[in-house]
């Protein structure tokens, strides 16, 4: 497994800093949206830049890149569909990466992004690195996919082991929480994680990673099949809803205007 650091960005985003023991002087960073805090943060911490990954296109992930490799010439890994002309090094869907000692699986996961992937770091203690496609309590927005396809994702997700850490790009926790909280009024663990996230926010401390684990119990766009998460979108929809696609619909519609 990577030691991986938080590197706080523009206003809730975080750049994942994955560090190994067997290469101890150097960093992988994920997402990358800004140059500045990365830079810091290496120089802070005398570590160099060995290589940068990409989970999609959009700028709040990408926008730092050029000037990063302005510092120094590594690779930058990314989907090999993607409309960033910055990556060097183009990944498939079921491609393995391997990067300082490690392997990391890369799943394409198609729904807030046509291009989005996920890296998965298998173990003992197994990582997820996931963009904008899962957060604490969530998903991302349905830009350019569709709800079959994050649905699709929920389940490669979900059928990962319970302990894997999930490093998301986002301090969305709270309002995620909330949101889930009214869906599952009677739903006593969204109600313990909202506290301890509450707690950590108030502490100025990341509320991630989460797990998976964690999120079976708590986030609605992975609990489409439960009976309690049906009957709330279908009174959001006003319409019957007969499949986990129509549930996941709804529950990202419901949660644009909430």
């Not at 910055?86 to 300082?100: A, R, S, V």
Request: aromatic residues 8%; contains cysteine.
């Amino acid at each position: 497994m990577f030691d991986v650091h938080p590197i706080p960005a523009f206003n809730d985003n975080y750049i994942w800093a994955l560090c190994s023991p067997q290469q101890p002087a150097e960093v992988a960073v994920v997402d990358p949206g800004d140059a500045a805090p990365v830079l810091a943060w290496l120089e802070a911490n005398n570590y160099s830049l060995a290589a940068i990954l990409i989970t999609h296109h959009h700028a709040d992930h990408t926008g730092g890149v050029e000037t990063l490799l302005n510092h120094a010439s590594v690779p930058v890994y990314g989907p090999q569909n993607s409309p960033f002309e910055g990556i060097t090094h183009p990944l498939q869907d079921g491609e393995t990466l391997k990067l300082m000692q490690h392997s990391l699986q890369v799943k394409g996961v198609p729904a807030h992004t046509k291009d989005h992937i996920s890296y998965f770091v298998g173990g003992d203690q197994p990582q997820l690195f996931c963009g904008d496609t899962l957060f604490l309590a969530g998903c991302g927005r349905l830009f350019e996919g569709t709800a079959r396809q994050m649905l699709a994702a929920m389940h490669y997700f979900a059928s990962l082991p319970d302990n894997t850490e999930v490093y998301c790009t986002h301090e969305y926790s709270l309002s995620n929480l909330a949101f889930a909280a009214s869906v599952e009024p009677a739903n006593a663990e969204i109600t313990r994680v909202h506290e301890r996230c509450h707690h950590l926010r108030h502490e100025g401390l990341p509320t991630l990673p989460s797990s998976i684990e964690q999120e079976k119990q708590i986030n609605p766009f992975m609990r489409t099949a439960e009976p309690d998460v049906i009957s709330s979108a279908e009174h959001y929809s006003g319409n019957p809803l007969k499949t986990e696609v129509e549930v996941l619909a709804a529950l990202r519609e419901w949660k644009n205007r909430f």
